[in-house]
Nanobody
Framework: QVQLVESGGGLVQPGGSLRLSCAGS????????MGWYRQPPGKQRELVAS?????RTNYADSVKGRFTISRDKNTVYLQMNSLKPEDTAVYYC?????????WGQGTQVTVSS
């Protein structure tokens, strides 16, 4: 059983930064693509950034140049800089295991003055 636990969300002013962490219960990062998704209020969940097991990254156009995904052992991070109000959402960590994707419980990020 894979468990993903997010942390690092909170309230930040526009232009500020946050770093989200996702700790995995097994060494899943070596084998599967890891991703960060977000779900703004009243909207569908969307991909923010992902990293393959080989280290290749992909970003949504709306966060390119501001967000950075990285990993270290059993933790994947999302560094978020120059935050905007439209970045407000619940952020979820995902492990793209074929046939059985895993999700964390989500962490709230609110960007507001």
């Amino acid at each position: 059983q894979v468990q993903l636990v997010e942390s690092g969300g909170g309230l930040v002013q526009p232009g500020g930064s946050l770093r989200l962490s996702c700790a995995g219960s097994r060494d899943i990062f070596r084998f599967y693509t890891m991703g960060w998704y977000r779900q703004p209020p009243g909207k569908q969940r969307e991909l923010v950034a992902s990293m393959t097991s080989g280290g290749r990254t992909n970003y949504a156009d709306s966060v390119k140049g501001r967000f950075t995904i990285s990993r270290d052992k059993n933790t994947v991070y999302l560094q978020m800089n120059s935050l905007k109000p439209e970045d407000t959402a619940v952020y979820y960590c995902n492990a793209d295991v074929p046939g059985r994707p895993y999700w964390g419980q989500g962490t709230q990020v609110t960007v507001s003055s």
